[in-house]
């Protein structure tokens, strides 16, 4: 089993509709997460980072399952401009072994 | 504001050729990565420092060195280019919480 999975998608999604999609990691030990949202040709940003149970940030929302080790993100009302590849990264132990996805591409139609 | 310069955004360089690709910083954060994306590969770590003249070796270290003289400023160099380091380098930095923050991309290609 890979470290950190994700379905790589593509999601086609209308607009306006609700998505979620997951990313599992294998290591039990790992206490924070962080969801990236890239663009085509551009660099990875920051889009929300997981704590504890979960966060929220209007029409996203990330929740963490330590159960089943795993985090989600929610995407309500989507738009057209939430097109891009979402990556999630798990530190399990420190900065430097940041574990990352491949990413899930996600395209919302009109 | 959060900022990740890479100061060259699109190279085309010559096989055997020696590049060097620039990153500096301004958050004064300890840690600094160099990663190269390729399609359907995600993001591999080549080397991070987590302090002035300290590196590590990432994933793929082979055919790549860095230098870091100065706390902000984080060199990749590739001293015999070859066609397959044709790619994406996308250089980051992070402080105390983890969150990583990258620079725009160094988009290279090898001919």
């Known amino acids: 089993r890979k470290e950190v999975e994700q379905d790589p998608g593509p999601f086609n999604v209308p607009e306006g509709a609700t998505v979620a999609f997951n990313c599992t990691y294998s290591?039990?030990?790992?206490?924070?997460f962080f969801w990236y949202r890239q663009d085509c040709r551009k660099e990875p940003k920051l889009l929300m980072s997981?704590?504890?149970?979960?966060n929220e940030d209007g029409r996203f929302t990330a929740q963490l399952n330590r159960a089943s080790q795993y985090i989600s993100l929610l995407i309500r009302d989507s738009k057209l401009s939430d097109s891009a590849t979402y990556l999630c990264?798990?530190?399990?132990?420190?900065?430097?072994?940041?574990?990352w996805g491949a990413g899930t591409k996600l395209i919302i139609k009109p | 504001d959060v900022k990740v310069t890479q100061s060259s955004r699109y190279l085309v360089k010559r096989t055997g050729e020696k590049v060097f690709l620039e990153c500096v910083q301004d958050m004064d954060h300890e840690n600094m990565f160099w990663y190269r994306q390729d399609p359907g590969l995600g993001l591999r770590l080549i080397y991070f420092?987590?302090?002035?003249?300290?590196?590590e070796k990432g994933d793929i270290p082979e055919g790549y060195s860095v230098s870091r003289e100065k706390k902000e400023r984080f060199s990749l160099i590739l001293e015999s280019a070859s066609t397959n380091q044709t790619s994406m380098y996308l250089c980051?930095?992070?402080?105390?919480?983890?969150?990583?923050?990258f620079g725009e991309g160094s988009w290279l290609t090898v001919v």
């Open positions: 420092s987590y302090d002035v003249k300290m590196k």
């Open positions: 980051a930095s992070s402080g105390a919480r983890n969150t990583i923050y």
């Open positions: 290591n039990s030990a790992s206490q924070s």
């Open positions: 997981v704590y504890s149970s979960g």
């Open positions: 990264v798990v530190p399990p132990y420190s900065n430097y072994q940041l574990i």
